[in-house]
Protein backbone atom coordinates (compact mmCIF):
# COMPACT_ATOMS: atom_id res chain seq x y z
CA UNK A 1 0.00 0.00 0.00
CA UNK A 2 1.29 3.29 -0.55
CA UNK A 3 1.36 6.24 1.47
CA UNK A 4 -1.95 7.79 2.91
CA UNK A 5 -2.38 10.97 0.49
CA UNK A 6 -4.98 13.56 0.75
CA UNK A 7 -5.81 17.24 0.75
CA UNK A 8 -4.63 20.16 3.64
CA UNK A 9 -7.18 22.81 2.65
CA UNK A 10 -6.18 26.34 4.39
CA UNK A 11 -9.13 28.60 4.33
CA UNK A 12 -7.60 31.26 5.01
CA UNK A 13 -5.84 31.79 1.77
CA UNK A 14 -8.77 31.08 -0.46
CA UNK A 15 -9.63 33.47 -2.79
CA UNK A 16 -13.02 32.09 -4.13
CA UNK A 17 -11.70 31.69 -7.97
CA UNK A 18 -13.34 27.90 -7.91
CA UNK A 19 -10.71 27.11 -10.36
CA UNK A 20 -11.10 24.10 -8.22
CA UNK A 21 -14.56 23.85 -9.08
CA UNK A 22 -13.43 24.41 -12.74
CA UNK A 23 -10.61 21.44 -13.18
CA UNK A 24 -12.43 19.56 -11.20
CA UNK A 25 -15.79 19.02 -13.58
CA UNK A 26 -12.94 19.26 -16.91
CA UNK A 27 -10.61 16.56 -15.43
CA UNK A 28 -13.69 14.21 -14.48
CA UNK A 29 -16.11 15.35 -17.47
CA UNK A 30 -19.11 16.18 -15.11
CA UNK A 31 -22.22 17.72 -16.74
CA UNK A 32 -23.39 21.22 -15.89
CA UNK A 33 -26.31 21.26 -13.79
CA UNK A 34 -30.02 21.24 -15.95
CA UNK A 35 -28.04 20.77 -18.88
CA UNK A 36 -26.08 24.53 -18.63
CA UNK A 37 -28.99 26.30 -17.93
CA UNK A 38 -28.03 27.40 -14.47
CA UNK A 39 -29.79 29.59 -12.27
CA UNK A 40 -28.51 32.13 -9.59
CA UNK A 41 -28.83 31.50 -6.18
CA UNK A 42 -28.48 34.74 -4.80
CA UNK A 43 -26.24 33.54 -1.78
CA UNK A 44 -23.11 35.76 -2.42
CA UNK A 45 -21.44 33.99 -5.21
CA UNK A 46 -22.18 30.72 -4.57
CA UNK A 47 -24.21 29.21 -7.28
CA UNK A 48 -23.16 26.01 -6.83
CA UNK A 49 -24.87 25.50 -3.83
CA UNK A 50 -24.10 22.19 -2.42
CA UNK A 51 -21.61 19.15 -3.18
CA UNK A 52 -23.50 16.17 -5.10
CA UNK A 53 -23.01 13.71 -8.07
CA UNK A 54 -21.71 16.77 -10.38
CA UNK A 55 -19.86 19.07 -8.30
CA UNK A 56 -17.36 17.16 -6.26
CA UNK A 57 -15.53 21.00 -5.61
CA UNK A 58 -17.77 23.14 -3.94
CA UNK A 59 -16.33 26.81 -3.19
CA UNK A 60 -18.39 28.33 -0.05
CA UNK A 61 -18.79 31.77 0.55
CA UNK A 62 -19.93 32.74 3.84
CA UNK A 63 -20.58 36.29 4.81
CA UNK A 64 -20.65 37.81 8.62
CA UNK A 65 -21.47 40.76 8.97
CA UNK A 66 -21.74 42.50 12.82
CA UNK A 67 -24.94 43.75 13.33
CA UNK A 68 -24.60 47.15 12.32
CA UNK A 69 -23.14 46.47 9.16
CA UNK A 70 -20.02 48.12 9.35
CA UNK A 71 -17.47 45.09 10.16
CA UNK A 72 -17.19 42.23 8.27
CA UNK A 73 -15.62 39.67 7.09
CA UNK A 74 -15.92 36.75 3.69
CA UNK A 75 -14.87 33.33 4.73
CA UNK A 76 -14.27 31.24 1.52
CA UNK A 77 -13.88 27.52 1.28
CA UNK A 78 -13.55 25.09 -0.98
CA UNK A 79 -15.22 22.01 0.29
CA UNK A 80 -14.74 18.67 -1.31
CA UNK A 81 -15.07 14.48 -0.11
CA UNK A 82 -13.81 14.62 3.51
CA UNK A 83 -12.46 10.47 2.70
CA UNK A 84 -12.76 9.69 5.97
CA UNK A 85 -10.54 6.68 7.49
CA UNK A 86 -13.75 5.19 9.11
CA UNK A 87 -16.33 6.30 6.26
CA UNK A 88 -19.76 5.60 6.55
CA UNK A 89 -20.70 5.42 2.83
CA UNK A 90 -17.91 2.48 3.19
CA UNK A 91 -19.70 1.39 5.88
CA UNK A 92 -23.20 1.08 4.14
CA UNK A 93 -22.75 0.36 0.81
CA UNK A 94 -24.80 -2.98 0.21
CA UNK A 95 -23.38 -3.54 -3.39
CA UNK A 96 -19.42 -2.85 -2.84
CA UNK A 97 -19.07 -0.25 -5.38
CA UNK A 98 -17.44 1.43 -2.51
CA UNK A 99 -13.95 0.71 -1.66
CA UNK A 100 -10.44 2.04 0.35
CA UNK A 101 -7.82 2.64 -2.34
CA UNK A 102 -4.06 2.00 -2.14
CA UNK A 103 -3.80 5.68 -0.99
CA UNK A 104 -6.34 5.30 1.37
CA UNK A 105 -8.47 7.07 -0.05
CA UNK A 106 -12.44 6.51 -0.70
CA UNK A 107 -13.80 5.75 -4.31
CA UNK A 108 -17.03 5.35 -5.56
CA UNK A 109 -16.91 2.23 -8.45
CA UNK A 110 -19.26 3.43 -10.90
CA UNK A 111 -19.46 0.31 -13.23
CA UNK A 112 -21.01 -1.31 -9.84
CA UNK A 113 -22.67 0.60 -8.14
CA UNK A 114 -26.30 0.58 -8.58
CA UNK A 115 -27.82 3.92 -7.56
CA UNK A 116 -29.29 2.82 -4.09
CA UNK A 117 -28.25 5.82 -2.99
CA UNK A 118 -27.67 4.41 0.56
CA UNK A 119 -24.45 6.40 1.08
CA UNK A 120 -25.85 9.87 0.56
CA UNK A 121 -28.06 9.68 3.65
CA UNK A 122 -24.78 7.81 5.83
CA UNK A 123 -22.49 10.62 4.76
CA UNK A 124 -21.95 12.90 7.49
CA UNK A 125 -20.97 15.60 5.86
CA UNK A 126 -23.82 15.43 2.70
CA UNK A 127 -20.91 14.81 -0.08
CA UNK A 128 -22.61 12.19 -2.32
CA UNK A 129 -24.68 12.79 -4.63
CA UNK A 130 -26.50 11.17 -7.77
CA UNK A 131 -24.82 12.14 -11.49
CA UNK A 132 -27.90 11.79 -13.41
CA UNK A 133 -25.58 11.07 -16.64
CA UNK A 134 -24.35 7.92 -14.94
CA UNK A 135 -27.40 7.33 -12.69
CA UNK A 136 -24.96 5.84 -10.26
CA UNK A 137 -23.76 7.60 -6.86
CA UNK A 138 -20.62 9.58 -7.26
CA UNK A 139 -18.44 12.00 -4.95
CA UNK A 140 -14.67 13.09 -5.22
CA UNK A 141 -11.93 10.14 -5.83
CA UNK A 142 -9.00 12.44 -5.17
CA UNK A 143 -8.40 12.10 -8.96
CA UNK A 144 -7.50 8.12 -8.33
CA UNK A 145 -6.99 7.75 -11.81
CA UNK A 146 -4.59 11.14 -11.74
CA UNK A 147 -2.54 9.58 -8.58
CA UNK A 148 -2.31 6.33 -10.42
CA UNK A 149 0.37 7.78 -12.37
CA UNK A 150 2.01 10.41 -10.35
CA UNK A 151 -0.21 13.18 -10.75
CA UNK A 152 -1.45 15.56 -8.19
CA UNK A 153 -5.21 15.82 -8.44
CA UNK A 154 -6.75 18.92 -10.98
CA UNK A 155 -8.27 20.93 -8.20
CA UNK A 156 -5.07 20.92 -6.25
CA UNK A 157 -3.19 22.01 -9.59
CA UNK A 158 -5.35 24.35 -10.57
CA UNK A 159 -5.54 26.14 -7.04
CA UNK A 160 -3.58 29.62 -7.51
CA UNK A 161 -3.03 30.34 -4.02
CA UNK A 162 -2.15 27.35 -2.71
CA UNK A 163 -5.33 27.08 -0.40
CA UNK A 164 -6.03 23.66 -1.53
CA UNK A 165 -2.65 21.46 -0.78
CA UNK A 166 -1.64 17.78 -2.03
CA UNK A 167 0.48 15.13 -0.55
CA UNK A 168 0.99 12.59 2.10
CA UNK A 169 -1.34 12.68 5.21
CA UNK A 170 2.57 13.22 7.00
CA UNK A 171 3.74 15.97 5.26
CA UNK A 172 0.41 17.93 4.93
CA UNK A 173 0.26 17.59 9.21
CA UNK A 174 3.30 19.17 8.96
CA UNK A 175 2.36 22.18 6.68
CA UNK A 176 -0.84 22.19 8.74
CA UNK A 177 1.15 22.85 12.00
CA UNK A 178 3.77 25.56 10.73
CA UNK A 179 0.92 27.51 9.32
CA UNK A 180 -0.95 27.48 12.24
CA UNK A 181 2.17 28.69 14.28
CA UNK A 182 2.57 31.16 11.43
CA UNK A 183 -1.06 32.36 12.16
CA UNK A 184 -0.66 32.62 15.91
CA UNK A 185 2.28 34.67 15.42
CA UNK A 186 0.17 37.28 13.23
CA UNK A 187 -2.41 37.53 16.10
CA UNK A 188 -4.90 34.97 14.32
CA UNK A 189 -5.48 32.57 17.08
CA UNK A 190 -9.37 31.55 16.15
CA UNK A 191 -7.75 28.97 13.50
CA UNK A 192 -7.96 25.70 14.05
CA UNK A 193 -7.41 22.33 12.21
CA UNK A 194 -10.61 20.15 11.44
CA UNK A 195 -10.69 16.39 11.29
CA UNK A 196 -6.30 16.41 11.51
CA UNK A 197 -6.71 13.73 14.66
CA UNK A 198 -8.39 10.52 14.93
CA UNK A 199 -11.22 11.81 17.00
CA UNK A 200 -12.92 12.97 14.44
CA UNK A 201 -14.21 9.64 12.10
CA UNK A 202 -10.57 8.19 12.51
CA UNK A 203 -9.20 11.35 11.19
CA UNK A 204 -10.27 13.07 7.69
CA UNK A 205 -7.81 12.67 5.00
CA UNK A 206 -9.20 15.96 3.83
CA UNK A 207 -8.67 18.15 6.20
CA UNK A 208 -8.93 22.05 6.65
CA UNK A 209 -7.89 24.94 8.44
CA UNK A 210 -10.80 26.98 9.89
CA UNK A 211 -11.27 30.44 11.93
CA UNK A 212 -15.06 30.27 12.88
CA UNK A 213 -17.28 27.37 14.30
CA UNK A 214 -17.58 24.21 12.01
CA UNK A 215 -20.99 24.93 11.85
CA UNK A 216 -20.46 28.46 10.15
CA UNK A 217 -18.66 26.50 7.21
CA UNK A 218 -21.69 24.02 7.04
CA UNK A 219 -19.76 21.30 8.60
CA UNK A 220 -20.61 18.90 11.57
CA UNK A 221 -19.11 19.63 15.07
CA UNK A 222 -19.33 15.97 16.15
CA UNK A 223 -19.61 13.96 12.96
CA UNK A 224 -20.50 10.10 13.34
CA UNK A 225 -21.07 6.75 11.73
CA UNK A 226 -23.96 5.23 10.99
CA UNK A 227 -23.29 2.30 12.64
CA UNK A 228 -23.77 3.68 15.93
CA UNK A 229 -27.36 3.10 15.60
CA UNK A 230 -27.20 -0.36 14.75
CA UNK A 231 -27.38 -1.91 18.08
CA UNK A 232 -29.98 0.30 19.60
CA UNK A 233 -32.42 0.04 16.48
CA UNK A 234 -32.13 -4.15 16.62
CA UNK A 235 -32.98 -4.00 19.72
CA UNK A 236 -36.08 -1.93 19.24
CA UNK A 237 -36.71 -4.27 15.98
CA UNK A 238 -37.00 -7.25 18.40
CA UNK A 239 -38.79 -5.64 20.42
CA UNK A 240 -41.28 -4.57 18.36
CA UNK A 241 -41.21 -8.01 16.68
CA UNK A 242 -42.07 -9.24 20.39
CA UNK A 243 -45.07 -7.05 21.30
CA UNK A 244 -46.71 -7.56 18.17
CA UNK A 245 -46.26 -11.37 17.90
CA UNK A 246 -47.87 -11.21 21.74
CA UNK A 247 -50.82 -9.05 20.70
CA UNK A 248 -51.49 -11.27 17.75
CA UNK A 249 -51.44 -14.47 20.13
CA UNK A 250 -54.04 -12.78 22.47
CA UNK A 251 -56.00 -11.07 20.55
CA UNK A 252 -56.38 -14.28 18.33
CA UNK A 253 -56.62 -16.38 21.50
CA UNK A 254 -60.49 -16.59 21.89
CA UNK A 255 -61.52 -16.36 18.72
CA UNK A 256 -64.21 -19.45 17.63
CA UNK A 257 -64.57 -20.25 13.98
CA UNK A 258 -67.56 -17.89 13.04
CA UNK A 259 -66.12 -14.08 12.82
CA UNK A 260 -63.38 -15.15 11.01
CA UNK B 1 -26.12 20.58 17.31
CA UNK B 2 -27.42 17.30 15.95
CA UNK B 3 -24.65 16.26 13.62
CA UNK B 4 -27.53 14.72 11.35
CA UNK B 5 -28.55 18.37 9.94
CA UNK B 6 -24.84 18.38 7.59
CA UNK B 7 -26.28 14.93 5.82
CA UNK B 8 -27.97 15.57 2.40
CA UNK B 9 -31.41 13.39 1.54
CA UNK B 10 -30.99 10.36 -0.25
CA UNK B 11 -34.77 10.86 -2.20
CA UNK B 12 -36.12 7.84 -1.34
CA UNK B 13 -39.43 8.76 -2.50
CA UNK B 14 -43.00 7.07 -2.87
CA UNK B 15 -41.99 4.45 -4.03
CA UNK B 16 -40.30 3.92 -0.66
CA UNK B 17 -43.04 4.61 0.65
CA UNK B 18 -45.01 2.09 -0.82
CA UNK B 19 -42.27 -0.60 -0.63
CA UNK B 20 -42.53 -0.15 3.46
CA UNK B 21 -46.16 -0.14 3.08
CA UNK B 22 -46.19 -3.54 1.14
CA UNK B 23 -43.78 -4.98 3.00
CA UNK B 24 -45.43 -4.54 6.11
CA UNK B 25 -48.72 -5.73 4.37
CA UNK B 26 -46.45 -9.28 3.58
CA UNK B 27 -44.61 -8.79 6.59
CA UNK B 28 -47.43 -8.98 9.03
CA UNK B 29 -50.01 -11.75 6.99
CA UNK B 30 -47.14 -14.21 6.54
CA UNK B 31 -46.33 -13.52 10.29
CA UNK B 32 -50.01 -13.80 11.11
CA UNK B 33 -50.37 -16.60 9.03
CA UNK B 34 -47.50 -18.39 10.31
CA UNK B 35 -48.91 -17.99 14.28
CA UNK B 36 -51.98 -19.42 13.21
CA UNK B 37 -50.87 -21.88 11.00
CA UNK B 38 -48.35 -23.39 14.07
CA UNK B 39 -51.08 -22.34 17.17
CA UNK B 40 -54.16 -22.25 15.34
CA UNK B 41 -57.17 -24.15 14.86
CA UNK B 42 -58.51 -25.83 12.39
CA UNK B 43 -61.31 -23.24 11.72
CA UNK B 44 -58.34 -20.47 10.75
CA UNK B 45 -57.39 -22.13 8.34
CA UNK B 46 -59.32 -20.09 5.70
CA UNK B 47 -57.57 -16.89 6.73
CA UNK B 48 -54.13 -19.04 6.86
CA UNK B 49 -54.84 -19.25 3.35
CA UNK B 50 -55.62 -15.89 2.46
CA UNK B 51 -52.91 -14.16 4.43
CA UNK B 52 -50.21 -16.45 2.61
CA UNK B 53 -52.34 -15.56 -0.62
CA UNK B 54 -51.70 -12.05 0.41
CA UNK B 55 -48.11 -11.75 0.99
CA UNK B 56 -46.05 -13.69 -1.73
CA UNK B 57 -47.72 -11.13 -4.53
CA UNK B 58 -47.01 -8.08 -2.16
CA UNK B 59 -43.32 -9.03 -1.70
CA UNK B 60 -43.09 -9.42 -5.57
CA UNK B 61 -44.30 -5.77 -5.85
CA UNK B 62 -41.98 -5.02 -3.19
CA UNK B 63 -39.11 -6.25 -5.20
CA UNK B 64 -40.20 -4.10 -8.34
CA UNK B 65 -40.75 -1.32 -6.22
CA UNK B 66 -37.12 -1.37 -4.99
CA UNK B 67 -35.61 -2.13 -8.02
CA UNK B 68 -37.23 0.70 -10.23
CA UNK B 69 -36.09 2.85 -7.83
CA UNK B 70 -32.39 2.45 -7.95
CA UNK B 71 -30.81 4.49 -10.83
CA UNK B 72 -29.38 1.83 -12.18
CA UNK B 73 -32.46 -0.88 -12.20
CA UNK B 74 -30.46 -3.23 -14.31
CA UNK B 75 -27.93 -3.79 -11.91
CA UNK B 76 -30.18 -5.09 -8.75
CA UNK B 77 -27.92 -8.30 -7.94
CA UNK B 78 -25.10 -6.16 -7.17
CA UNK B 79 -27.12 -6.25 -3.85
CA UNK B 80 -26.62 -9.85 -3.45
CA UNK B 81 -23.49 -10.80 -5.54
CA UNK B 82 -20.04 -8.85 -6.39
CA UNK B 83 -20.09 -7.75 -9.56
CA UNK B 84 -16.48 -7.98 -9.85
CA UNK B 85 -15.86 -11.67 -8.28
CA UNK B 86 -19.70 -13.17 -8.73
CA UNK B 87 -19.08 -14.38 -4.42
CA UNK B 88 -21.97 -13.58 -2.48
CA UNK B 89 -22.05 -9.76 -1.05
CA UNK B 90 -23.34 -9.82 2.26
CA UNK B 91 -22.26 -7.14 5.11
CA UNK B 92 -23.87 -7.69 8.25
CA UNK B 93 -23.02 -4.46 9.24
CA UNK B 94 -24.88 -2.41 6.08
CA UNK B 95 -28.17 -2.67 6.97
CA UNK B 96 -29.56 -2.48 3.28
CA UNK B 97 -27.44 -5.69 2.73
CA UNK B 98 -28.95 -7.34 5.34
CA UNK B 99 -32.34 -6.16 4.01
CA UNK B 100 -31.60 -7.19 0.54
CA UNK B 101 -30.92 -10.79 1.57
CA UNK B 102 -33.86 -10.71 3.97
CA UNK B 103 -36.56 -9.73 1.00
CA UNK B 104 -34.69 -12.83 -1.02
CA UNK B 105 -34.98 -15.25 2.20
CA UNK B 106 -38.30 -14.01 2.94
CA UNK B 107 -39.82 -13.84 -1.10
CA UNK B 108 -38.46 -17.65 -1.16
CA UNK B 109 -40.48 -18.85 1.75
CA UNK B 110 -43.58 -16.48 0.41
CA UNK B 111 -43.53 -18.51 -2.56
CA UNK B 112 -43.41 -21.78 -0.80
CA UNK B 113 -46.18 -20.88 1.26
CA UNK B 114 -48.13 -19.42 -2.09
CA UNK B 115 -47.64 -22.93 -3.93
CA UNK B 116 -48.83 -24.74 -1.09
CA UNK B 117 -51.63 -23.06 -0.76
CA UNK B 118 -52.56 -23.06 -4.33
CA UNK B 119 -51.47 -27.07 -4.13
CA UNK B 120 -53.93 -27.30 -0.90
CA UNK B 121 -56.74 -25.70 -2.89
CA UNK B 122 -56.01 -27.89 -5.99
CA UNK B 123 -55.78 -25.00 -7.98
CA UNK B 124 -51.74 -26.41 -9.54
CA UNK B 125 -52.27 -27.25 -12.92
CA UNK B 126 -49.19 -29.85 -12.35
CA UNK B 127 -51.58 -32.70 -11.16
CA UNK B 128 -48.68 -34.37 -8.70
CA UNK B 129 -48.69 -30.85 -6.61
CA UNK B 130 -52.66 -30.41 -6.98
CA UNK B 131 -53.63 -32.18 -3.97
CA UNK B 132 -56.95 -30.92 -3.16
CA UNK B 133 -59.85 -30.89 -5.09
CA UNK B 134 -59.93 -28.85 -8.19
CA UNK B 135 -62.71 -26.19 -8.53
CA UNK B 136 -63.84 -26.01 -4.75
CA UNK B 137 -64.97 -22.40 -4.49
CA UNK B 138 -62.73 -21.03 -1.68
CA UNK B 139 -64.86 -20.64 1.56
CA UNK B 140 -64.33 -20.66 5.12
Known amino acids: ?12 VCIGCKACEVACKEWNQLPA ?21 IHWRHVKFIEQFSPDRSQGRWLMMSDVCKHCVR ?15 EFDTVVIQSDMCNGCRDCIGACPFGVIGVNPVSGTAQKCTLCYDRMKVGLEPACAKACPTKSINFGTIVDLKKMAQARMGQLQQTGETRAYLYGDDESMLGGLNSFYLLVDKPQVYGLPPDPQ ?3 RNLKASAVWSVVGAVVVGLMSVFSFRNRGGGDV | MSSTFFTAAPHWRWLIVAYFFLGGLAGGSYFLATLMDLFGKS ?18 VCGLLLTVDLGRPERFWHM ?15 PMSIGSWALLLFSGCAFLSFVAVLAERGWLPWPPLAAGSPGRPFSG
Open chain 2, 43 to 60: EDRPLVRLAYLIAFPAVC
Open chain 1, 87 to 101: AGCLEVCPTGAIIRT
Open chain 2, 80 to 94: LVQAQTFRPMIKAYS
Open chain 1, 225 to 227: LPS
Open chain 1, 1 to 12: MAEPMGFFTDTT
Open chain 1, 33 to 53: TNGGHGTLSGDSYDNTRQLDG
